[in-house]
Nanobody, 125 residues
Framework: VQLQASGGGLVRAGDSLRLSCVAS????????VGWFRQGPGKERDFVAT????????YYADSVKGRFTISRDSTKNTVYLQCNSLKPEDTAIYYC???????????????????WGQGTQVTVSS
């Protein structure tokens, strides 16, 4: 499966962005999908994940209540709605996918098999 992340940009603190992760090659119906981010000089950290049924979502504490992960099976796309953005949200955002037998969250980046190329989010104060 190939993943294409998009939707990043330069915004001001308090603004919103919606990131998209479009999959091609295979349907995401049996994949857990996650979003990660990597700030300047930092490790790539977990942001959010959604199970293949779309019934369960998990978030990093730093984004809980501000970000929402969702999926549209008809478009084979997973979204990350980012509201109330802060300068510390500045990072390259990556989507990732892993084929699973049973729906369940995946928090560790090493567990994912497929990665998109990343989209830059820059939040100015």
């Amino acid at each position: 499966v190939q993943l294409q992340a998009s939707g990043g940009g330069l915004v001001r603190a308090g603004d919103s962005l919606r990131l998209s992760c479009v999959a091609s090659g295979r349907t995401l119906s049996s994949y857990t999908v996650g979003w990660f981010r990597q700030g300047p000089g930092k490790e790539r950290d977990f942001v959010a994940t959604i199970t293949w049924g779309g019934d369960t979502t998990y978030y990093a504490d730093s984004v809980k209540g501000r970000f929402t992960i969702s999926r549209d099976s008809t478009k084979n796309t997973v979204y990350l709605q980012c509201n109330s953005l802060k300068p510390e949200d500045t990072a390259i955002y990556y989507c990732a996918a892993k084929s699973v037998v049973y729906p369940g969250p995946i928090f560790m980046k090493a567990s994912y098999d497929y990665w998109g190329q990343g989209t830059q989010v820059t939040v100015s104060s």
